[in-house]
């Protein structure tokens, strides 16, 4: 196994569930807006955010201009999927009480995707220096890994640095500012095309966090693959 210096880790369903703090969020919008938490209503919110999300288009990281206006595109979405939810329930809000509720309730839960997740950061961090690289908004990522930053060497944020996953440009920010080179690297995450093929694209070997026996295509090469976060241990320590 090649020696590396620096594990750089993805967060959202990597080390921290977002669909836990989706659902928080969800239920805490249902809260204001009177609207019982039911299933009907989960399923309406995430098709009024689902119909958002695609006509911003964030899922074309692959272009230019998504590339560029990335965190611009996912405000305006934000304020879209709100602005549907209100119409299908017939409500009048503050459009943008709303997002700031999101934001809070997502930035404010922490719930990890394994219950020992945190102690083997913890124990990796003994051997390598731990990197944490995300796409999101530097006001609820910083909040939200609270309990991770002790023990991390540095961390990105696409809103802070100005460039998103897969973008090569993130990597090479990455590997810019830790003055190493890709191969004393090794990139941990649960999305194919941000975390795995944009790592590999720059020359890091990558690992794919996969606790639920995704298929990946085929022509997508790792170098391992884990579907517990302990798995770690076998293969770095």
Same mark, same amino acid.
């Given at each position: 196994?090649?020696?590396? +210096?620096?594990?750089?880790?993805?967060v959202d369903?990597?080390?921290?569930?977002?669909?836990?703090?989706?659902?928080?969020?969800?239920?805490?919008?249902?809260? +204001? /807006?009177?609207?019982?938490?039911?299933?009907?209503?989960?399923?309406?919110?995430? +098709?009024?955010?689902?119909?958002?999300?695609?006509?911003?288009? %964030?899922?074309k990281?692959?272009?230019?201009?998504?590339?560029?206006? $990335?965190?611009? $595109?996912?405000?305006?979405? /934000?304020?879209?999927?709100?602005?549907?939810?209100?119409?299908?329930?017939?409500?009048?809000?503050?459009v943008?009480? %709303?997002?700031?509720?999101?934001?809070?309730?997502?930035?404010?839960?922490?719930?990890?995707?394994?219950p020992?997740? /945190?102690?083997?950061?913890?124990?990796?961090?003994?051997?390598?220096? =731990?990197?944490?690289?995300?796409?999101?908004?530097?006001?609820?990522?910083?909040?939200?890994?609270?309990?991770? /930053?002790?023990?991390?060497?540095?961390?990105?944020?696409?809103?802070?640095i100005?460039?998103?996953?897969?973008?090569?440009?993130?990597?090479?920010?990455?590997?810019?500012? =830790?003055?190493?080179?890709?191969?004393?690297?090794?990139?941990?995450?649960?999305?194919?095309?941000?975390?795995?093929?944009?790592?590999?694209?720059?020359?890091?070997?990558?690992?794919?966090?996969?606790?639920?026996? +995704?298929?990946?295509?085929?022509?997508?090469?790792?170098?391992?693959?884990?579907?517990?976060?302990?798995?770690l241990?076998?293969?770095l %320590?």
């Amino acid at each position: 196994m090649p020696i590396y +210096k620096y594990l750089i880790f993805d967060v959202d369903d990597t080390l921290l569930d977002f669909y836990f703090a989706f659902a928080t969020a969800q239920r805490n919008i249902a809260e +204001k /807006l009177g609207i019982e938490p039911s299933k009907e209503y989960f399923e309406t919110d995430e +098709k009024c955010g689902w119909k958002a999300w695609e006509e911003s288009n %964030l899922d074309k990281t692959e272009e230019k201009d998504v590339q560029e206006n $990335y965190h611009v $595109y996912y405000y305006q979405y /934000l304020r879209k999927h709100f602005e549907y939810l209100l119409e299908t329930y017939g409500k009048a809000y503050d459009v943008q009480e %709303l997002v700031n509720c999101y934001l809070k309730s997502i930035s404010s839960s922490r719930v990890m995707t394994e219950p020992d997740t /945190l102690s083997i950061y913890m124990k990796l961090s003994e051997r390598y220096k =731990l990197v944490l690289a995300t796409n999101g908004m530097e006001r609820v990522q910083k909040e939200r890994l609270f309990d991770f /930053l002790p023990y991390t060497h540095r961390l990105y944020i696409s809103e802070e640095i100005g460039y998103i996953k897969p973008m090569k440009e993130f990597y090479s920010y990455i590997i810019r500012d =830790l003055k190493c080179k890709s191969d004393e690297c090794i990139m941990i995450g649960d999305s194919v095309s941000n975390d795995i093929i944009g790592a590999k694209a720059i020359g890091m070997d990558v690992c794919y966090y996969n606790p639920k026996g +995704k298929i990946k295509p085929e022509n997508v090469l790792v170098d391992y693959e884990v579907n517990s976060i302990r798995n770690l241990v076998q293969i770095l %320590l």
